[in-house]
């Protein structure tokens, strides 16, 4: 048992110092293997919040003035304190998370890229600085500079708590902001190494504050005047919430929301190839993925036996407790979600839809689904147009890849999508028309640093990681002189 991370004292980190949350909740924190509580923290108060973004205002100047390459040296530091806990945190988050130890794996080696990779940009940020422009008429010129948009608030949820925080945290601090996060309050102990890793590292206080709570700790955080900046990720439901409290403001903001992606098998597919990009897209951390590939439209001629080989390598995944040997699939991680998923199962087969593969609970104790595909779904079914966030695939075939493209885009989401083709020109015209913000083509979902995520339509607003990235916490002046 990761001790260390379990057994947590002080659960809130505020201006450099560890203590002790202020809020009436205590948060459990539960094992979903087995339903057991694994110990309980302190949750944080609004009070918290407050001391956390007067605390991230103060740090502002300081941080923001320091030189690109100097704050590079911090996320290096991050970089290197995560991997140095590898051990533990993979522990932590298939104790709490339920992730299987290589999705777990997965998750700590990204946060330690992440921290990488903007160490790198943070450094070329010094460069950067007063770009000149020459104005029409030889009489002015201006100098353009990228400055730090001031403390940001940060919100995320529980699926993938240590990355979604990196993709945020490693950003804002390379480009000279301040951040707080609030975690997540089903998952409240991973993001604490942060605070470990920032008193170790000697980094400046206030630079950066984690207030663990629910909803009334992150209601504070909209609220905080300090904050010049909000970047949530989490559920369509409660993004509209948060945007809706810092509209008074007229704050900018960025939102990572849900999706309801497609993945579009064309008749040339190899058969192995599309079921291996479709089990990945579906049953990867449960299917409690924002990005899950939960629609798959395949053509018609290779439906019959694209299904059959999906249920094969359905039945023949190894779903279990992480902690179990060669486990692929763990359970999901909350009983809330579990109940959510098997009762739009259980909906889903009372309307007569064909279940060809699970389609309930595993019968042993813990949030265990069956890997589950529904074929032949009504495009109009609530299992075809709504999130699940769990391992649930419907399916529907198609004649031709025009009508692969409209009933992939016929959605109000547009966060990812996949395709799977014999011919890469085929493919990338898929990819060009469907409307989302990262399209894998043959390949199971794989996400760099560099890579650009976040969505169209209403999967969100802003893109995180790359340079664009980094730009969302920086702001553009331009100022302008006489020759
Ligand atoms: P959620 O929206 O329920 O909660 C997200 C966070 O918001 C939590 O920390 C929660 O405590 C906080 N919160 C709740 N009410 C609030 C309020 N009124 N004001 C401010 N904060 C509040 O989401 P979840 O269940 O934790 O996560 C699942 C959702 O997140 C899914 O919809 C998934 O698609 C989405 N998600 C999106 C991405 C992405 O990159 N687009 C990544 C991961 C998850």
New binding site residues.
């Given amino acids: 048992m990761p001790e260390a991370l379990l057994e947590r004292e002080n659960t809130v980190f505020v201006g450099g110092q560890w203590k002790n949350g202020r809020g009436a909740e205590m948060l459990e924190v539960i094992d979903p293997s087995t339903g057991n509580v694994l110990s309980r923290v302190q949750a944080g108060s609004a009070e918290d919040v407050e001391k956390a973004a007067r605390a991230a205002a103060k740090a502002f100047d300081g941080w923001k003035r320091k030189p690109g390459a100097e704050r590079a040296k911090y996320l290096l530091g991050f970089a290197r304190g995560l991997e140095s806990r590898k051990t533990i945190l993979v522990r932590v988050q298939m104790h709490n998370n339920g992730k299987s130890r290589i999705e777990a794996e997965i998750d700590v080696d990204d946060a330690i890229a992440t921290f990488d990779y903007y160490a790198t940009l943070a450094e070329g940020l010094d460069e950067r600085q007063d770009t000149r422009v020459d104005h029409a008429g030889g009489m002015h010129f201006g100098l353009v500079r990228h400055e730090p948009v001031g403390p940001v608030g940060m919100?995320?949820?529980?699926?993938?708590p240590l990355v979604?925080s990196a993709w945020k945290i490693a950003p804002a601090l390379a480009a000279g902001c301040t951040a707080t996060v609030?975690?997540?309050?089903?998952t409240p102990l991973n993001e604490l190494v942060y605070g470990d890793i920032a008193a170790e590292i000697g980094l400046p206080a206030g630079v950066l504050n984690i207030v663990t709570?629910?909803?009334e700790?992150?209601?504070a955080?909209?609220r905080a005047h300090e904050f010049r900046k909000i970047s949530?990720?989490?559920?369509?439901?409660?993004?509209a919430?948060?945007m809706e409290?810092v509209s008074a403001r007229c704050l900018p903001i960025s939102l990572?929301?849900?999706?309801k992606s497609p993945i579009v098998v064309t008749a040339d597919a190899d058969i192995d190839q599309a079921v291996s990009c479709i089990m990945g897209g579906i049953f990867f951390n449960a299917g409690?993925?924002?990005?899950a590939t939960s629609r798959l439209i395949v053509d018609k001629s290779i439906e019959p036996k694209l299904i059959e080989a999906l249920v094969e390598a359905s039945r023949a995944l190894r779903v279990g407790s992480p902690f179990e040997d060669g486990v692929e699939m763990g359970p999901l991680t909350t009983s809330a979600?579990c109940h959510k998923v098997l009762w739009m199962i259980e909906d889903a087969k009372s309307d007569g839809l064909d279940c060809v593969i699970g389609g309930g609970a595993i019968d042993r104790e813990g949030h265990f689904v069956k890997p589950t595909i529904f074929r032949d779904v009504p495009q109009d079914h609530t299992i075809w147009r709504d999130?699940i966030?769990g391992p649930v695939l419907a399916t529907t075939t198609v004649s031709s890849d025009e009508e692969a493209i409209a009933v992939a885009n016929d959605t109000h989401y547009g966060?990812v999508g996949s395709v799977v083709s014999g011919d890469w020109t085929r493919a990338k015209a898929i990819a060009d028309r469907i409307e989302a913000g990262q399209i894998w083509i043959n390949t199971p979902q794989v996400v760099y640093p560099d890579s650009a995520?976040?969505?169209f339509k209403q999967?969100?607003i802003g893109r995180?990681l790359g340079p664009w990235g980094l730009s969302g916490y920086l702001g553009v002046k331009h100022i302008l002189s006489k020759v």
């Fill in positions: 919100i995320v949820p529980w699926n993938f979604t609030k975690t997540s309050e089903m709570g629910g909803a700790v992150g209601i955080l909209t949530f990720t989490g559920s369509n439901m409660i993004g919430k948060v409290a990572e929301l849900g999706g409690q993925m924002c990005s979600q999130e966030f966060l995520w976040g969505g999967s969100g995180e």
